[in-house]
């Protein structure tokens, strides 16, 4: 076993469990670092190793406010909260209605796995952004169809976007979880409850 990388992977985990919310944008992101997100998702679990979405990174900052001015206006003080999608780095995960697959499954089964792998997706590419130190705040648009098609049109995408993941830099000495715009906004903190049941059967 190689210890190193276990205290990496031990210390890279935990990152991703509270979503990052403000972001410290003087920084850019290494292109080396962009090649190894992008190799990620080429490579990452995909149910029946099915194609089923494309992906956009997006650092164009003009993009990235347009695709915010979309979203739901869930408000702490009069400040949109899904501030997380204003990172350094914008990925969507945009549908891809791969032909194939509708000719072998029904639509239900389609929308299952197609979920299930953008989840696989999404966790793969946190890991990745952990152990390089990245934060990362998710935002699914599946569930909001109104919200999806803004942001489609809003952007001209092809189809509609299924989730968005920020990465970037947090800001020093600043909790993730006060709001990018004003700091006197904060999400509530709360840990998972309960707690994930694990059992080891031998």
């Given at each position: 076993?190689?210890?190193?990388?276990?205290?990496?992977?031990?210390?890279?985990?935990?990152?991703?469990?509270?979503?990052?919310?403000?972001?410290?944008?003087?920084?850019?992101?290494?292109?080396?670092?962009?090649?190894?997100?992008?190799?990620?998702?080429?490579?990452?679990?995909?149910?029946?190793?099915?194609?089923?979405?494309?992906?956009?990174?997006?650092?164009?900052?003009?993009?990235?406010?347009?695709?915010?001015?979309?979203?739901?206006?869930?408000?702490?003080?009069?400040?949109?909260?899904?501030?997380?999608?204003?990172?350094?780095?914008?990925?969507?995960?945009?549908?891809?209605?791969?032909?194939?697959?509708?000719?072998?499954?029904?639509?239900?089964?389609?929308?299952?796995?197609?979920?299930?792998?953008?989840?696989?997706?999404?966790?793969?590419?946190?890991?990745?952004?952990?152990?390089?130190?990245?934060?990362?705040?998710?935002?699914?648009?599946?569930?909001?169809?109104?919200?999806?098609?803004?942001?489609?049109?809003?952007?001209?995408?092809?189809?509609?976007?299924?989730?968005?993941?920020?990465?970037?830099?947090?800001?020093?000495?600043?909790s993730p979880h006060r709001s990018h715009f004003n700091r006197n906004v904060r999400r509530s903190i709360r840990r998972r409850t309960p707690p994930v049941y694990i059992k080891v059967w031998e």
């Amino acid at each position: 076993m190689d210890a190193r990388l276990v205290k990496q992977l031990k210390e890279a985990i935990p990152l991703s469990y509270y979503p990052q919310y403000n972001w410290d944008l003087s920084k850019d992101i290494a292109e080396e670092d962009l090649e190894l997100f992008k190799l990620a998702l080429r490579e990452c679990p995909s149910i029946d190793n099915n194609t089923y979405f494309k992906v956009h990174f997006i650092r164009n900052r003009d993009v990235i406010q347009k695709i915010y001015d979309n979203l739901w206006k869930d408000t702490v003080g009069g400040d949109v909260t899904q501030t997380q999608i204003l990172a350094n780095l914008l990925v969507v995960f945009e549908e891809f209605d791969n032909k194939n697959i509708l000719q072998a499954w029904d639509w239900t089964k389609y929308v299952v796995d197609r979920g299930a792998s953008v989840g696989m997706a999404i966790g793969y590419l946190e890991l990745v952004c952990g152990l390089l130190g990245y934060k990362t705040g998710q935002l699914p648009l599946v569930w909001n169809e109104d919200v999806s098609e803004r942001v489609k049109n809003s952007i001209d995408l092809d189809n509609f976007p299924l989730a968005m993941l920020g990465i970037g830099y947090g800001n020093e000495g600043v909790s993730p979880h006060r709001s990018h715009f004003n700091r006197n906004v904060r999400r509530s903190i709360r840990r998972r409850t309960p707690p994930v049941y694990i059992k080891v059967w031998e």
